[in-house]
């Protein structure tokens, strides 16, 4: 019996399903077991797959780790960024920071865990790689957020840098306080009715 024959964009569209579907297993084993504890073995298996096969798409298990860190800053980016370029007006971006980050949480507990507990964690290589991920992040929150709104005189004269650090350190704490359903302990509506009592400007 011949063995079928792919066209070259089929195969690589069926290798970036593979690669796809093995990082949502991975995310799931990380989230649970953490990085020392999880099992490639068990994530090709869970996958649907032969023990090794991951083998095929990440060279080592640390590679796998810093695919699936790179792939959820990107995607977290791409989800909060398309929901607050929805407003035009400062005060109402940051609430739809706080809103859809915690909605992009919600509907990626797994991953969203395995960052979370890296921010958290010890090894610095992936400290440091989230970190450059998320870059992005920060220079939106930055430039796109705060920057217009201190020109606006609705925000306080903050140092724009520095205050998205800290934006994004209240967002990624009180994000990571949710339960295994995604249920969050505080609200986006909470944390963002916190971060703008601190940075409105009253006036003289």
Known sequence: MMTPRYKKEDRQEIQEQNR?????????????????????NRISKSAGFAAGTIFNYFPTKNDLMLALLEGTAQAHYDFVVAAVRQSEEPQRRLEI?????FEFIAQNLAPARVMVNTV??????FKQYLYQGYQPMFKFVATEILVPGITQNIFRQ???????????TIYLGTASQVTEEGTFYLSAAQVADFAL????????
């Open 97 to 101: 920071f706080f809103e859809a980050g």
């Open 120 to 125: 958290y964690g010890a090894n610095e290589e």
């Open 197 to 204: 009592k601190a940075l409105l400007y009253e006036g003289e």
């Open 158 to 168: 903050v140092d724009p840098i520095a205050t998205a650090n800290l934006l994004m």
């Open 20 to 40: 796809k579907l093995l990082l949502e297993f991975a995310a799931q084993e990380f989230a649970r077991e953490s990085y020392h504890g999880a099992n490639t």
